[in-house]
C-alpha cells in the first residue's frame, strides 16, 4: 500500500540522487559539494529503517528511533520539512506538495528510497476496492488509499442470504464503529437497511492522526463509500449517508468528492462555514458548546481516548491497538483556535461547506432548527449553494438540536431514503412503530408520527414523482404547539411550503429604530440610545442542565432580562395583521462607543398580548469586524472577518455596523410586538457563550436622519396563519418569559 500510484521508480529517482548508498560515490560539482540533505563528506548514507507511507498531500513515519529529527527533501535534493519522532515512533506531514520525496535523517547518515506524495485525483482502480472483504455482519476494518485502515460495524436487517439489502453509512470521529453501541444501527435496520457505522482516521480503532475535516478525511469517505458498495450484501452496489449532527456535516464534505457509488446524503442539523456559523459568529469566540466540543474530540483522539478501544486492544485486538500509533502527531486544535481569531482561506476554506457543496450532484435530504443549540442554525444560508444537484429537498422549523430526526421530520425523512437509497415505494410502518419509543428517549414524550402512510398503493415511479412535484423547502411553524400534544412535545402545529430558498416571494422590508424605544416602519428620529456593553449582567446561557437534557419536553430555561441600562430596547406597536417572517435578518446599526471596539448582540423577541415575551432569534458582531464580503445582500450579511480588514472604533465616532441576525421562522400574530435588544453577547442561546471584549463601555445606538439604524425583515405575504398564540414555553428552542 506505501507507494500505491506511484510510477515505476526508476522513473521517479532523479539522476543525483540514484546512489543511496554513499553520497560521495554519486558525484558533485567542481566545488566538491554534498547532496542537499548537507550531509558531510565522510558520511555515509544507509537505507532508513524506520517506513515511510506517502498519501495525498501527506508522508507519514512510523517505527522511527523516538527523539530522531528526520528531514523531506524534494527530488531536486532541498529541504522542504523536517520534524521530531514522537515517542511512539511516528512522525507526520501534512501539506506536502504533490511530488517527489526522501525522507533522511538529520545528519544524511540513513535515507528512504524515493516516494510520491499524490493529489485527490489519485484514485485507486475499481479492483482495489471490490478485493476487500467486509464483514456481512459485526466489526472489522476496510482500507483506504493511503493503506490506514478504518474500524467499521456491520448490522444488516436480516440474513446475509436474504440479502443483498440497501445500505446506508455513518462516518464521523465519534464511535459509529463501536460494537457496543447499536442505537442507530437498530433503527436503520428496522426501517429494512443494512447499516454501515465508520470511524474516521485517527479515531475509534481506525489508524491515522486526526484533524478537523482535512482533505484524508474527505478522501477516507469515498474510499470507505466505495469499498462498502462493492460488497454483496450492497443493493445496486450503491450507499447512502446518514447521521446527524458531526456523522450529518461529514456528508457535505464526503459527497463533495463525488464517490461513484453514493447514491443520496441526508445532512442532518449540519453548519454552513464552521468559522461564521458556530466558532467565531460575528467573530466573537464561542466558548460554550464550539470549544467545548473541539476540546472533546481532542481527548477522544488521543490513544485510546475512547474507553472501547481500550478495551478491544485488551481483548487482542493488535490492529485497534498499533492503530493508536500516529495520535501523538495530532494537531492542537484548541490551540489553534485561539491563534486564529480572524478568517483565513487557508485554514478556513477546508472547513467551510459553502465553498463546495455547489460540488454535490446526489440527492440531499437536509433538515435542522433555527436556534439549534450546538450547530446555531445557521445553516439555511449554505442552501442556495447546491447548484449541482436536481433534487434537495429541505425541512426547516424552530426547535433544538434533535429536532432534525423528531416526529415532525421523521416521516420525510424515510420517504427520501425509501425513494433515493431503498429505491421502493416509501411504507412508514416501522417507523410509525418506532417513532414514539425514539421520542421518548430523546424528548420525554412518546410522541407519535400523525402523518399518512400516503405512498402505500402507487408504484415506485409515481411515488417518485408525487414526492419530488412537493415543495422542496418545508417549513414547520410552532414545533411543541401542536394540537392534541403535550406542550413542548416535537411535533408542530402547521406548515408552509415553498419551491426554493431564499423563500422568491420575500419582501425585504427596512423598520426604523427610533426615539423612546420605538421600532417600525417609516419613523422620524432625532437621537441616540446609549447603554452599558456589560456581558456579565445576564448568565451566559440560559440553559445550564445536562447536553441532553435541553431536548426534554419538561426542559427549563432561565431567559434572564437585561438589568436596565445594560441593552438598547425597542418595540413596535401592536401589528394590526399577521406577519410572518422566513429567513436572514439585518440589523443596520449606526452605533459610537467610548472604546476602540465592542462586541455586538442583536435579538428578536415577540412581546404577546398575553403579557409574555417569546424568544425567536440573534445575531452577533465585533465591531472591528464589520467590514463586508462581496457577497452581502440587504437580508444577508457576510463579514469578511480578515485580520487585513478589522477596523478599530475611534471612540465619540459614527460607524455603520451591519449585524448578521441568524435564519428563522416565526409567526407574529395581529396584536403581538416586535422588540429588538441590542447588548454584549450573552444569555440568548442555549449553550453557547462568548469570549466578549465588552468591558462596561458605553455604546449608542444613533437614529437620527444622518445615522437612521434600522432592521431589514424578511417578510412572507401571503401566508396563513391559523389563530391562537401558542402557549408561553410550549415552542421548542423558544424561552418565554413575563414582560
Given at each position: 500500500?506505501k507507494n500505491r500510484f506511484r510510477r515505476p521508480l526508476?522513473?521517479?529517482?532523479?539522476?543525483?540522487?540514484?546512489?543511496?548508498?554513499?553520497?560521495?560515490?554519486?558525484?558533485?560539482?567542481?566545488?566538491?559539494?554534498?547532496?542537499?540533505?548537507?550531509?558531510?563528506?565522510?558520511?555515509?548514507?544507509?537505507?532508513?529503517?524506520?517506513?515511510?507511507?506517502?498519501?495525498?498531500?501527506m508522508i507519514t513515519i512510523t517505527e522511527a528511533e523516538?527523539?530522531?529529527?528526520?528531514?523531506?527533501?524534494?527530488?531536486?535534493?532541498?529541504?522542504?520539512?523536517?520534524?521530531?519522532?514522537?515517542?511512539?515512533?511516528?512522525?507526520?506531514?501534512?501539506?506536502?506538495?504533490?511530488?517527489?520525496?526522501?525522507?533522511?535523517?538529520?545528519?544524511?547518515?540513513?535515507?528512504?528510497?524515493?516516494?510520491?506524495?499524490?493529489?485527490?485525483?489519485?484514485?485507486?482502480?475499481?479492483?482495489?476496492?471490490?478485493?476487500?472483504?467486509?464483514?456481512?455482519?459485526?466489526?472489522?476494518?476496510?482500507?483506504?488509499?493511503?493503506?490506514?485502515?478504518?474500524?467499521?460495524?456491520?448490522?444488516?436487517?436480516?440474513?446475509?442470504?436474504?440479502?443483498?439489502?440497501?445500505?446506508?453509512?455513518?462516518?464521523?470521529?465519534?464511535?459509529?464503529?463501536?460494537?457496543?453501541?447499536?442505537?442507530?444501527?437498530?433503527?436503520?435496520?428496522?426501517?429494512?437497511?443494512?447499516?454501515?457505522?465508520?470511524?474516521?482516521?485517527?479515531?475509534?480503532?481506525?489508524?491515522?492522526?486526526?484533524?478537523?475535516?482535512?482533505?484524508?478525511?474527505?478522501?477516507?469517505?469515498?474510499?470507505?463509500?466505495?469499498?462498502?458498495?462493492?460488497?454483496?450484501?450492497?443493493?445496486?452496489?450503491?450507499?447512502?449517508?446518514?447521521?446527524?449532527?458531526?456523522?450529518?456535516?461529514?456528508?457535505?464534505?464526503?459527497?463533495?468528492?463525488?464517490?461513484?457509488?453514493?447514491?443520496?446524503?441526508?445532512?442532518?442539523?449540519?453548519?454552513?462555514?464552521?468559522?461564521?456559523?458556530?466558532?467565531y459568529p460575528g467573530g466573537i469566540l464561542n466558548t460554550?458548546?464550539?470549544?467545548?466540543?473541539?476540546?472533546?474530540?481532542?481527548?477522544?483522539?488521543?490513544?485510546?481516548?475512547?474507553?472501547?478501544?481500550?478495551?478491544?486492544?485488551?481483548?487482542?485486538?493488535?490492529?485497534?491497538?498499533?492503530?493508536?500509533?500516529?495520535?501523538?502527531?495530532?494537531?492542537?486544535?484548541?490551540?489553534?483556535?485561539?491563534?486564529?481569531?480572524?478568517?483565513?482561506?487557508?485554514?478556513?476554506?477546508?472547513?467551510?461547506?459553502?465553498?463546495?457543496?455547489?460540488?454535490?450532484?446526489?440527492?440531499?435530504?437536509?433538515?435542522?432548527?433555527?436556534?439549534?443549540?450546538?450547530?446555531?442554525?445557521?445553516?439555511?444560508?449554505?442552501?442556495?449553494?447546491?447548484?449541482?444537484?436536481?433534487?434537495?429537498?429541505?425541512?426547516?422549523?424552530?426547535?433544538?438540536?434533535?429536532?432534525?430526526?423528531?416526529?415532525?421530520?421523521?416521516?420525510?425523512?424515510?420517504?427520501?431514503?425509501?425513494?433515493?437509497?431503498?429505491?421502493?415505494?416509501?411504507?412508514?410502518?416501522?417507523?410509525?412503530?418506532?417513532?414514539?419509543?425514539?421520542?421518548?428517549?430523546?424528548?420525554?414524550?412518546?410522541?407519535?408520527?400523525?402523518?399518512?402512510?400516503?405512498?402505500?398503493?402507487?408504484?415506485?415511479?409515481?411515488?417518485?414523482?408525487?414526492?419530488?412535484?412537493?415543495?422542496?423547502?418545508?417549513?414547520?411553524?410552532?414545533?411543541?404547539?401542536?394540537?392534541?400534544?403535550?406542550?413542548?412535545?416535537?411535533?408542530?402545529?402547521?406548515?408552509?411550503?415553498?419551491?426554493?430558498?431564499?423563500?422568491?416571494?420575500?419582501?425585504?422590508?427596512?423598520?426604523?429604530?427610533?426615539?423612546?424605544?420605538?421600532?417600525?416602519?417609516?419613523?422620524?428620529?432625532?437621537?441616540?440610545?446609549?447603554?452599558?456593553?456589560?456581558?456579565?449582567?445576564?448568565?451566559?446561557?440560559?440553559?445550564?442542565?445536562?447536553?441532553?437534557?435541553?431536548?426534554?419536553?419538561?426542559?427549563?430555561?432561565?431567559?434572564?432580562?437585561?438589568?436596565?441600562?445594560?441593552?438598547?430596547?425597542?418595540?413596535?406597536?401592536?401589528?394590526?395583521?399577521?406577519?410572518?417572517?422566513?429567513?436572514?435578518?439585518?440589523?443596520?446599526?449606526?452605533?459610537?462607543?467610548?472604546?476602540?471596539?465592542?462586541?455586538?448582540?442583536?435579538?428578536?423577541?415577540?412581546?404577546?398580548?398575553?403579557?409574555?415575551?417569546?424568544?425567536?432569534?440573534?445575531?452577533?458582531?465585533?465591531?472591528?469586524?464589520?467590514?463586508?464580503?462581496?457577497?452581502?445582500?440587504?437580508?444577508?450579511?457576510?463579514?469578511?472577518?480578515?485580520?487585513?480588514?478589522?477596523?478599530?472604533?475611534?471612540?465619540?465616532?459614527?460607524?455603520?455596523?451591519?449585524?448578521?441576525?441568524?435564519?428563522?421562522?416565526?409567526?407574529?400574530?395581529?396584536?403581538?410586538?416586535?422588540?429588538?435588544?441590542?447588548?454584549?453577547?450573552?444569555?440568548?442561546?442555549?449553550?453557547?457563550?462568548?469570549?466578549?471584549?465588552?468591558?462596561?463601555?458605553?455604546?449608542?445606538?444613533?437614529?437620527?436622519?444622518?445615522?437612521?439604524?434600522?432592521?431589514?425583515?424578511?417578510?412572507?405575504?401571503?401566508?396563513?396563519?391559523?389563530?391562537?398564540?401558542?402557549?408561553?414555553?410550549?415552542?421548542?428552542?423558544?424561552?418565554?418569559?413575563?414582560?
Amino acid at each position: 500500500m506505501k507507494n500505491r500510484f506511484r510510477r515505476p521508480l526508476t522513473a521517479l529517482i532523479p539522476v543525483g540522487v540514484i546512489c543511496l548508498a554513499s553520497v560521495t560515490a554519486c558525484g558533485g560539482d567542481d566545488s566538491g559539494t554534498t547532496s542537499a540533505s548537507e550531509a558531510p563528506n565522510d558520511v555515509i548514507a544507509v537505507p532508513a529503517e524506520f517506513s515511510v507511507n506517502p498519501g495525498t498531500h501527506m508522508i507519514t513515519i512510523t517505527e522511527a528511533e523516538p527523539g530522531t529529527t528526520l528531514v523531506v527533501l524534494a527530488d531536486d535534493g532541498s529541504e522542504t520539512a523536517r520534524g521530531e519522532v514522537d515517542e511512539q515512533g511516528s512522525l507526520l506531514f501534512r501539506r506536502v506538495e504533490v511530488g517527489t520525496y526522501r525522507v533522511t535523517t538529520e545528519d544524511g547518515s540513513a535515507s528512504s528510497e524515493p516516494v510520491e506524495v499524490y493529489g485527490p485525483d489519485a484514485v485507486p482502480a475499481p479492483e482495489f476496492y471490490s478485493s476487500q472483504v467486509l464483514p456481512a455482519g459485526g466489526f472489522g476494518y476496510l482500507t483506504t488509499r493511503d493503506g490506514t485502515t478504518l474500524s467499521i460495524n456491520v448490522s444488516l436487517p436480516g440474513p446475509v442470504e436474504n440479502g443483498p439489502y440497501p445500505t446506508v453509512l455513518e462516518y464521523s470521529g465519534y464511535a459509529p464503529s463501536n460494537p457496543g453501541d447499536s442505537t442507530l444501527s437498530l433503527l436503520y435496520n428496522a426501517l429494512g437497511f443494512a447499516y454501515v457505522g465508520v470511524n474516521m482516521r485517527g479515531t475509534g480503532c481506525s489508524g491515522g492522526s486526526y484533524r478537523f475535516f482535512e482533505e484524508a478525511q474527505l478522501l477516507d469517505g469515498y474510499d470507505a463509500i466505495e469499498a462498502v458498495a462493492a460488497q454483496p450484501w450492497v443493493e445496486f452496489n450503491q450507499v447512502g449517508m446518514v447521521g446527524i449532527s458531526y456523522p450529518g456535516i461529514s456528508q457535505l464534505f464526503v459527497a463533495s468528492t463525488r464517490p461513484p457509488s453514493l447514491s443520496a446524503i441526508t445532512p442532518l442539523s449540519v453548519l454552513d462555514d464552521s468559522y461564521r456559523s458556530t466558532l467565531y459568529p460575528g467573530g466573537i469566540l464561542n466558548t460554550g458548546f464550539a470549544v467545548e466540543w473541539t476540546s472533546q474530540r481532542v481527548a477522544e483522539a488521543a490513544p485510546f481516548g475512547q474507553e472501547w478501544t481500550k478495551t478491544r486492544a485488551d481483548e487482542g485486538d493488535t490492529v485497534c491497538a498499533d492503530n493508536q500509533k500516529l495520535r501523538l502527531q495530532n494537531p492542537d486544535l484548541e490551540a489553534e483556535i485561539d491563534a486564529n481569531p480572524y478568517y483565513s482561506a487557508e485554514l478556513g476554506d477546508e472547513i467551510n461547506p459553502s465553498k463546495f457543496v455547489g460540488s454535490i450532484e446526489v440527492p440531499v435530504f437536509m433538515a435542522g432548527a433555527w436556534q439549534d443549540e450546538q450547530t446555531g442554525g445557521h445553516f439555511p444560508a449554505l442552501l442556495d449553494d447546491f447548484t449541482s444537484t436536481d433534487d434537495l429537498y429541505v425541512t426547516l422549523l424552530n426547535g433544538l438540536h434533535t429536532e432534525s430526526i423528531g416526529p415532525a421530520v421523521l416521516p420525510r425523512y424515510v420517504e427520501f431514503l425509501s425513494l433515493f437509497v431503498a429505491k421502493k415505494v416509501p411504507d412508514l410502518t416501522a417507523a410509525i412503530a418506532a417513532a414514539p419509543t425514539l421520542a421518548s428517549a430523546i424528548y420525554g414524550v412518546p410522541t407519535p408520527i400523525v402523518a399518512p402512510n400516503r405512498f402505500v398503493g402507487l408504484d415506485y415511479s409515481n411515488a417518485l414523482d408525487a414526492f419530488s412535484n412537493e415543495p422542496r423547502i418545508q417549513v414547520l411553524f410552532e414545533e411543541g404547539a401542536a394540537d392534541g400534544q403535550p406542550s413542548a412535545a416535537p411535533l408542530n402545529r402547521w406548515s408552509a411550503g415553498f419551491d426554493s430558498w431564499p423563500i422568491p416571494s420575500t419582501v425585504a422590508t427596512r423598520w426604523q429604530l427610533g426615539d423612546s424605544g420605538r421600532f417600525g416602519p417609516s419613523l422620524v428620529s432625532s437621537g441616540g440610545t446609549e447603554y452599558t456593553a456589560d456581558p456579565t449582567a445576564v448568565p451566559g446561557t440560559f440553559y445550564t442542565g445536562s447536553g441532553s437534557g435541553i431536548w426534554r419536553a419538561d426542559v427549563k430555561f432561565d431567559w434572564v432580562r437585561n438589568p436596565e441600562g445594560t441593552a438598547a430596547v425597542f418595540t413596535s406597536e401592536p401589528l394590526t395583521e399577521d406577519l410572518v417572517l422566513i429567513g436572514s435578518a439585518s440589523a443596520d446599526l449606526w452605533i459610537s462607543s467610548d472604546a476602540t471596539d465592542t462586541d455586538l448582540e442583536v435579538t428578536i423577541s415577540e412581546i404577546r398580548p398575553d403579557g409574555n415575551e417569546m424568544y425567536v432569534q440573534s445575531g452577533w458582531l465585533r465591531a472591528s469586524h464589520r467590514a463586508l464580503d462581496d457577497s452581502s445582500t440587504e437580508l444577508h450579511v457576510v463579514q469578511t472577518h480578515l485580520e487585513s480588514d478589522a477596523e478599530p472604533l475611534v471612540p465619540g465616532e459614527p460607524v455603520l455596523a451591519r449585524v448578521d441576525i441568524f435564519p428563522f421562522a416565526h409567526a407574529f400574530r395581529a396584536g403581538s410586538q416586535v422588540r429588538i435588544t441590542i447588548d454584549a453577547p450573552g444569555g440568548n442561546r442555549g449553550v453557547w457563550s462568548f469570549r466578549s471584549i465588552s468591558a462596561g463601555e458605553k455604546v449608542t445606538v444613533l437614529h437620527d436622519a444622518e445615522h437612521p439604524s434600522s432592521i431589514v425583515l424578511p417578510v412572507i405575504p401571503g401566508v396563513s396563519v391559523p389563530a391562537g398564540l401558542p402557549a408561553c414555553g410550549s415552542l421548542r428552542g423558544q424561552p418565554c418569559r413575563p414582560i
